[in-house]
């Protein structure tokens, strides 16, 4: 009985954490950080303050979680591909984390870190991440075994990695952030993932 209870209660835990990150992304795109509130986000969660300062300390902390929740949700999609044939492994790594850029929130969300952080040091001293990181490490790992594989040859990894996964946000990403509407044809964004693995390709294939 107390394992089941125990299940019971981890289960209304996170529905009630669902509730309130969604809750919250609402309310800092639509108010910003510093007109968001602790007891509107439980209002609007349909939550208790207590069952949101269980989970959530302080609005710190509950503004990281809404942004780790933007690039977790497809960073844990991303592929794992084989080893040997490089091209294809990379394009599906590529085009995953293009993907991931492109959820319409992330930008929303950089654009409000980028104008609040300067106002308040709680979030300057944290670290927003957007699933670049998750993304990075399935790269790093992906050309670890195609190394292994001698498909690839490379001083750094994470220099590479961080190499392939920048030349795709140059294009596809940043502009959209300092123009909101601007977009590209997939047809464009397809082009880009594409020259930046045949650029990395020539620079890195053994």
């Avoid at 930008?107 to 670049?132: K, Q, S, Y």
Wanted: glycine content about 6%; overall charge negative.
């Amino acid at each position: 009985m107390g394992r089941e209870l125990s299940e019971y209660h981890r289960a209304v835990a996170d529905r009630n954490r669902t509730a309130i990150i969604a809750s919250a992304t609402q309310l800092f795109l639509a108010l910003g950080y510093d007109r968001t509130s602790l007891a509107g986000v439980a209002q609007t969660a349909g939550v208790s303050k207590a069952t949101l300062f269980k989970q959530f300390a302080t609005k710190a902390v509950l503004f990281e979680a809404v942004i780790l929740a933007v690039g977790d949700a497809d960073a844990q999609d991303l592929p794992e591909p084989a080893p040997g044939n490089p091209r294809a492994g990379l394009l599906a790594l590529a085009s995953a984390y293009a993907s991931l850029l492109l959820r319409p929130p992330t930008a929303d969300m950089i654009r409000l870190v980028i104008a609040e952080g300067p106002r308040f040091p709680e979030l300057r001293d944290r670290t927003f991440d957007f699933g670049t990181l998750p993304a990075l490490t399935a790269l790093e790992g992906y050309l670890r075994s195609e190394e292994k594989a001698g498909s690839l040859r490379m001083d750094s990894r994470a220099t590479a990695s961080a190499q392939l996964l920048g030349m795709i946000a140059s294009a596809v990403f940043w502009p959209a952030l300092v123009h909101p509407g601007w977009s590209m044809e997939a047809a464009e964004i397809d082009t880009v993932i594409h020259q930046a693995v045949e650029t990395f390709l020539a620079r890195y294939g053994a």
